[in-house]
């Protein structure tokens, strides 16, 4: 099986973990990739969902070698049904999760290692339009691991620059991703953003993505850059408007129409390629509408970061069906060509969730 069509399907049925199995302590809860485990699967680092009622049911499972004296030490076998696939592993606990503030909050409450390099935060572990049913996201989980006491509600400054250096410096860390809940302010939580961009840079020369919905005014792209965002995320999710209205009511309030308009003001702040939004497929939006929205997004110079859409426990959606690995391969195929077109690569970002890439099969398509 072609390594293309293995993620594609393991991100869609998810991977069973028989307990027990070394390293296979997973992430529930959280802004994303919630409910998922890191596996390395032919040298390539994924986020496969291992929590959800889709991954109980996958065909997928994996096996460690009943005969080995040290478990500890044993190859994890890929197996779908009898058949063993590939030989997996998992990313290694980073070391600073050893570490705690002055204070005494455990470091992985402040940031987490997503992949293999890749640091990721929540600066703001809540969102106006979560504790309402009218407003909030069906498919959000951001305040469940707030809730559950795996992390804390606002990271400050000085906390995100502590981490980021000792995630550096013990763990070989390249790039940081910082998302947020949506504060009920204009800029959206870009100030707020800006401010930890800020002291992380003046502590550590480490490539940031920020991550947050278009600010009201787009002065906000500048000061981004300035503070030392080096690359943008504003997620669409969902293209067609009554998809949006239903899935994201509160957040489809922000048209397309505004999002394009950020995009195009982004592009000209953060250059071309270094600007990149979600698709989540699976919400409702045929492939055809997320290929022409994705093209529209190339054409603009954004990198549109197509994702399987994730069944997350406890939510709204948590019994909606995931995307089928033939629908995903009809989505990443001709997207791909559009990147290759253009010329567009995950590689190409200087951070970011596109640069990562571990949420989704997309980057395995790039190269012809």
């Known amino acids: 099986m072609k390594k293309q069509q293995l993620i594609t399907e393991l991100q869609s049925h998810g991977l069973r973990l028989v307990e027990g199995t070394v390293g296979a302590k997973g992430r529930r ?12 699967v032919e040298g390539t680092t994924v986020m496969v969902p291992i929590y959800t009622g889709t991954a109980n049911q996958s ?29 997996v592993d998992f990313p290694v ?47 959000c989980a951001i305040e469940k691991s707030l809730d559950q006491g795996r992390t804390i509600a606002r990271k400050t400054p000085e906390q995100l620059a502590e981490v980021a250096e000792a995630a550096v410096r013990l763990d070989g860390v390249s790039h940081m991703i910082m998302t947020t809940g949506t504060p009920n302010t204009p800029d959206r939580g870009a100030a707020y953003l800006a401010e930890c961009a800020q002291a992380i840079k003046a502590r550590v020369n480490l490539p940031i993505q920020a991550q947050c919905e278009p ?19 504003m997620h669409l999710e969902a293209v067609d408007p009554a998809v949006r209205a239903r899935i994201m009511p509160g957040k489809a309030e922000v048209s397309v129409d505004v999002y394009f308009q950020a995009f195009e003001a982004a592009v000209k702040v953060f250059g071309w390629g270094q600007v990149s939004t979600y698709l989540l497929a699976g919400l409702g939006d045929s492939a055809t509408t997320l290929v022409t929205a994705a093209a529209r997004l190339i054409d603009l110079g954004v990198y549109p970061f197509v994702v399987p859409f994730v069944p997350l426990a406890e939510t709204p959606l948590a019994n909606h069906p995931a995307p089928s690995p033939d629908f995903m391969m009809a989505v990443y195929r001709p997207v791909a060509e559009l990147l290759q077109q253009a010329g567009m690569t995950a590689a190409s ?12 099969a997309l980057s395995a398509f790039e190269s012809p």
């Open 59 to 87: 065909p997928y499972s994996i096996d460690i070698d009943g005969s080995a004296t040290d478990q500890s030490t044993s190859q994890p076998t890929l197996m779908r049904a009898q058949t063993a696939i590939a030989a």
């Open 29 to 40: 809860g959280g802004a994303g990739p919630s409910d998922h485990k890191a596996v390395t």
């Open 93 to 139: 606990q980073p070391k600073f999760y050893g570490l705690s503030t002055a204070d005494g909050i455990p470091y992985w409450k402040i940031a987490l290692l997503h992949s293999h390099d890749v640091l990721a935060t929540t600066v703001q572990q809540t969102c106006m339009r979560y504790r309402d049913a009218a407003t909030a996201c069906q498919f």
């Open 349 to 360: 970002m200087k951070a970011g969730c596109g640069k990562c890439g571990a949420c989704s």
């Open 215 to 233: 600010p009201a005014d787009f002065i906000w792209f500048e000061r981004l850059k300035q503070a030392g965002v080096d690359s943008l995320g």
